[in-house]
């Protein structure tokens, strides 16, 4: 009897280890999921496509007043991608370049109050938004 009794709290203590480190692993890797690639709070406010091949996301936090920008492709493919943002009429505030499979960005601008402007490359097509998301 006893014999058995150690192999059955052996096997209760795996599971309870092993439900503990399964939980473990849900818990870290949903605030990341669930946040997008901006982060925590973000909202879109604006989806501008770029020809056929993807779209310049705009999203906006109203707890820290900053506007976050990102230049998606429709297909999964490496090749040049961009996302720029700026408070309007001013230099790029924050910029993002390169060769990336999915996207360019999060590109941050703080612009509470203020109108931005924003854009998005892949390859050679682009969408230029001026004046836009003036709160």
């Given amino acids: 009897m006893k014999g058995n009794d150690l192999r059955t709290r052996r096997k209760v203590a795996a ?3 092993m439900v503990m480190v399964a ?3 849900i818990v870290s890797a949903t605030p990341a999921s669930a946040a997008g690639e901006c982060g925590a709070g973000y909202r879109k406010v604006g989806n501008y496509k770029i020809g056929s091949v993807g779209a ?3 999203y906006y936090n ?3 007043g900053k506007n976050c920008a990102i230049t998606r492709a429709s297909r999964p493919s490496s090749g040049y991608k961009q996302a720029a943002i700026s408070v309007e009429n001013q230099p790029w505030a ?3 370049e390169g060769n990336f499979k999915y996207y ?3 590109v941050y601008v703080d612009a509470r109050g203020k109108c931005i402007d924003v854009q998005g490359y892949i390859g ?3 969408v230029l938004k001026e004046t836009v998301h003036c709160d």
Avoid: F, K, M
Wanted: hydrophobic share 35%; no cysteine; glycine share 4%.
């Fill in 104 to 106: 360019a960005g999060p």
């Fill in 23 to 25: 939980s473990w692993l």
């Fill in 94 to 96: 924050d910029y993002d």
């Fill in 56 to 58: 310049l996301e705009v």
């Fill in 124 to 126: 050679r097509t682009y």
């Fill in 15 to 17: 599971l309870a280890s």
């Fill in 62 to 64: 109203s707890s820290n």
